[in-house]
């Protein structure tokens, strides 16, 4: 099956400043991938997602970028915010496989320093 | 819409009771999911369904098990609960309807001791 890994698992960056957090996938038939925020004791929310038929998504603050050729995407944030802080998750979906499955990295915990 | 709701929140289990998790959604979507979450870990997916009567497993599916009688209701069943079972379990739901989205349910914080 599919394998995601996810880097850094831990991140702090001053408030104001940009972060980039990495993932890299296995299966070469996954073409959907989005990206989750986890605040402490709370759900997985969706926040930015991207389709293999397209490079990079942007959504005010938030960016996605896919390199289908190296397997990897990556989630940048840019001016963050007190806010931003929290667990961010990728997932890799390969969508013709039945159900949907998706398969999660192991997560990157933000801190943005005020 | 309430989207996906879980009951209960919290829940401590001696070992080897049985427990159902329950989760309902009601955006008519046909796919289900239940996931586990370990401290520090990723989501792992334990079963899913992609319609009422259609189950199967998912990556850690050993000690669950599930049914879908209808488009809007997926419990899971804990049989024996051990230890290892101790997690934070999330339904979601999903599928083209969503546009491949999966949304996720508030968790169930489950102990066992």
């Known amino acids: 099956g599919e394998n995601v890994e996810q880097h850094p698992s831990t991140l702090s960056v001053q408030e104001g400043d940009s972060a980039v957090i990495k993932c890299t996938y296995s299966d070469s038939a996954s073409n959907y991938f989005p990206w989750y925020k986890q605040e402490l004791g709370k759900r997985p929310q969706l926040i930015i997602d991207i389709r293999s038929n397209v490079g990079e998504k942007k959504d005010q603050r938030i960016a996605v970028t896919l390199n289908k050729t190296a397997k990897h995407f990556s989630l940048h944030i840019t001016e963050t915010q007190p806010e931003d802080s929290a667990v961010y998750f990728c997932a890799a979906s390969p969508t013709a496989n039945t159900g949907n499955q998706f398969y999660f990295g192991t997560g990157t915990s933000l801190t943005v320093i005020p | 819409n309430a989207g996906v709701t879980q009951t209960p929140k919290f829940r401590i289990l001696k070992i080897g009771q049985s427990m159902t998790l329950q989760c309902t959604q009601d955006?008519?979507?046909?796919?289900m999911y239940w996931y586990r979450q370990d401290p520090g870990m990723g989501l792992k997916l334990i079963y899913y369904s992609v319609g009422a009567g259609i189950t199967d497993k998912g990556e850690v599916p050993n000690g669950y098990n599930v049914s879908r009688s209808t488009t809007e209701d997926f419990p899971l069943r804990l049989e024996l609960a051990a230890p290892s079972q101790t997690s934070v379990y999330f339904c979601?739901?999903?599928?083209?309807?969503?546009?491949?989205?999966?949304?996720f349910g508030p968790g169930t914080r489950l102990t066992v001791t």
């Open positions: 955006m008519n979507h046909n796919y």
């Open positions: 979601a739901s999903g599928g083209w309807t969503s546009g491949l989205k999966q949304y």
